[in-house]
């Protein structure tokens, strides 16, 4: 899709309401929606934002971009994420915290991204937080700059998370699950899975 088609189709959007729970529980494992969410949500958990930042690339075709977190002794070392992170003291609002944390782990500027839209929130077990995304826009490709969070910037066209062959399955063993079959987006031919592919996987009911 090109970039200008996309920006009429998003804008026409806005009062669209998202398809939430269900959209998200499309790319999670059978376990989990099994599990009451009394029961793993963790009354201290913290807040933390992601950014779907879409944009045109050098032919203006829709890209969004994701991140490959650097290999750390942590919960999600090496994962595929949207840019983001935790809320600071100083962030006015979750909306900030996800400019704010792109612009530091990826330096676009955080004055020319609009934001569309805020999606569902989603809990991530393992670190304990509560996520909230964002779709953002910006009218042109950024120069992207990885800090020392990121190990791989990955730009991905919008037409691939569209295409239901994008969709797999992985046998994957994780903090609270083992060997299980897990649905996972194949995208640039890196793994997608987890919270962020059940982002994807809301991102990708509220555009069709």
């Known amino acids: 899709m090109d970039f200008n088609s996309f920006l009429t189709h998003i804008s026409g959007l806005q009062k669209k309401p998202l398809g939430g729970i269900d959209s998200q529980f499309k790319m999670a494992p059978d376990i989990r929606k099994e ?6 949500v963790k009354p201290d958990a913290k807040s933390a934002a992601v950014l779907a930042l879409f944009y045109p690339n ?3 075709e829709t890209h969004f971009l994701l991140t490959q977190r650097a290999s750390y002794n942590g919960t999600h070392s090496a994962q595929i994420s949207f840019p983001g992170g935790k809320i600071e003291k ?3 609002n979750l909306a900030h915290t996800a400019l704010r944390e792109t612009y530091e782990e990826t330096a676009v500027p955080m004055e020319d991204v609009s934001i569309i839209k805020e999606l569902t929130k989603t809990y ?3 670190s304990n937080f509560w996520v909230s995304p964002f779709i953002g826009t910006i009218e042109y490709r950024p120069k992207f700059i990885a800090n020392h969070e990121v190990s791989t910037l990955i730009e991905v066209r919008l037409t691939d998370i569209l295409d239901d062959r994008a969709v797999v399955i ?3 063993s994780t903090s609270y699950m083992k060997k299980v079959d897990v649905p996972c987006f194949k995208l640039n ?3 997608v899975w987890g919270a962020t592919a ?3 996987s809301e991102i990708k009911d509220y555009l069709k």
């Open 35 to 40: 599990i009451d969410f009394g029961s793993i």
């Open 189 to 191: 031919d890196y793994i």
């Open 90 to 92: 100083n962030d006015t």
């Open 58 to 60: 050098q032919h203006n």
């Open 124 to 126: 991530i077990p393992p």
């Open 170 to 172: 992985q046998n994957m």
């Open 198 to 200: 059940m982002i994807l």
